[in-house]
């Protein structure tokens, strides 16, 4: 099994405010950090439930944010863009499953640094009627391609306006929001163990399950109207 782990990094423990999610800030070094064990967290528990093999795919800004020396070896990393297929790059090497680590609120929600795609470009976002954020965005992606999101980690807010498109997925709470910029978070350690377990669990329950045909637009796309 090959698992697509894409990480952004205002859903990750500990991060609230903007200088943290910048480059040429020094608290975005520790931030990036912080992301980059998350990341290893969610390789860490694939492995152990049995993925063969995991894409980490850097998603936040510019992305070229994750420390490749610190990234687990067992993985490979996407880095960089013009990318195809943004931040599920890494699916078109043929994935079997998605985790979205670090993830958050779509833009007008309460959820901290909360935005969809930009923070200057978009206010809101409808597909056929439903708003979504970047992950009700790029989990239709995946979806598309029959690859569906497994796992996913963020706030509160995040993770309430998220849970209905993604059926049966497992889901860690990293921290609750306040507001855009304020809140109450796991300390980093204690999320990378949510993360691990959470991603064990994700693995096992796919790979213990007979595939059943999947309705058009796949397990990841967004239900409802």
């Known amino acids: 099994m090959k698992i697509l782990i894409s990480t952004d990094i205002e859903g990750v ?12 800030n020094g608290e975005y070094e520790r931030a990036r950090a912080w992301m980059t064990a998350e990341a290893n967290a969610a390789v860490q528990g694939a492995i152990a439930g049995g993925a063969e093999e995991i894409l980490v795919n850097d998603s936040h800004g510019g992305f070229r944010n994750l420390l490749p020396d610190g ?16 931040m599920m790059g890494g699916l078109e090497e043929g994935c079997d499953a998605v985790f979205m680590i670090g993830y958050h609120s779509r833009s007008q929600g309460r959820g901290i640094l909360a935005h969809t795609i930009n923070s200057f470009a978009f206010s809101r976002v409808f597909i ?7 992950a009700g965005l790029y989990g239709a992606l995946a979806g598309e391609m029959g690859v569906p999101v497994i796992l996913a980690t963020g706030d509160d807010v995040f993770i309430a306006e998220t849970t209905d498109l993604f059926p049966g997925a497992q889901w860690v709470q990293t921290k609750v929001a306040h507001g855009q910029g304020s809140g109450v978070t ?19 329950n796919v790979k213990g399950t007979t595939p059943t045909p999947r309705p058009q637009g796949g397990l990841a796309a967004p239900q409802g109207g």
């Open 186 to 204: 796991l300390s980093p350690a204690a999320s990378r163990r949510a993360i691990a377990a959470a991603a064990e669990t994700a693995v096992r």
């Open 128 to 134: 056929n009627g439903m708003e979504l954020g970047e």
């Open 13 to 24: 423990a500990g991060v609230f405010h903007a200088e943290q999610v910048r480059a040429g």
């Open 71 to 86: 990234l687990d070896e067992r993985a490979r990393l996407v880095l960089g863009k013009p990318r195809y297929l943004g």
